[in-house]
């Protein structure tokens, strides 16, 4: 199995500044990874896939970028609604199994 | 816009199994891929399985020998067994539609099962 490893555990941001997130890879998964906001009490939101591309909707403040074993989430300016939690997910290893990473959450600084 | 409603009980007695259903609207469950997806209180996630419309199924290797999943097309509705349940099943289940390259891009809003005598 696959094993994704994000960090931080937690980030720290103030309002308006840029928020880097990392997630990597127990072996290469390619191009093959998605990243989702969770916000308490509610599902998943997708807002990448396949590394960089922005899932319908998503602001252009979210980005994505990496491949292999290394993926970086970038939000360049924390908006208020993006306090979250962000997993990655990767979709390479098929079969056997699709495996999420342990989330980062973003609080305010 | 696809909508997805999980439904089933909240309180599993352990050793009996789980059984979730996902009523999928606002669009056909016909051509896609359908998931379920499982999240502990305070934890992170955990894929359990997928079906697609014609019954074909992948299931998490962890989970295999006590996942069943099946599809109602006429209904628009798949469903999730677990069987032999512990307390380490409880958990907020989710249904998700699963893209050809194996995101989720529709969830429903996620249902909280506790397994408990």
């Known amino acids: 199995e696959i094993v994704m490893t994000q960090s931080p555990a937690t980030l720290s941001v103030s309002p308006g500044e840029r928020a880097t997130l990392s997630c990597r890879a127990s072996q290469s998964v390619s191009s093959n990874l998605a990243w989702y906001q969770q916000k308490p009490g509610q599902a998943p939101r997708l807002l990448i896939y396949?590394?960089?591309t922005r899932a319908t909707g998503i602001p252009a403040r979210f980005s994505g970028s990496g491949s292999g074993t290394e993926f970086t989430l970038t939000i360049s300016s924390l908006q208020s609604e993006d306090f979250a939690v962000y997993y990655c997910?990767?979709?390479?290893?098929?079969?056997?199994?699709?495996?999420f990473g342990g989330g980062t959450k973003v609080e305010i600084k | 816009q696809v909508q997805l409603q999980e439904s089933g009980p909240g309180l599993v007695k352990p050793s009996e199994t789980l059984s979730l259903t996902c009523t999928v609207s606002g669009g056909s469950i016909s051509s896609y891929y359908w998931s379920w997806i499982r999240q502990p209180a305070g934890k992170g996630l955990e894929w359990i399985g997928r079906i697609y419309t014609s019954g074909s199924t992948n299931y998490n290797p962890s989970l295999k020998s006590r996942v069943t999943m099946s599809v109602d097309t006429s209904k628009n509705q798949f469903s999730l067994k677990l069987s032999s349940v512990t307390a380490a099943d409880t958990a907020v289940y989710y249904c998700a539609r699963d893209t050809v390259v194996h995101n989720f891009d529709y969830w429903g809003q996620g249902t909280l099962v506790t397994v408990s005598s």
């Open positions: 396949g590394a960089s």
């Open positions: 997910q990767q979709y390479n290893n098929w079969p056997p199994s699709l495996t």
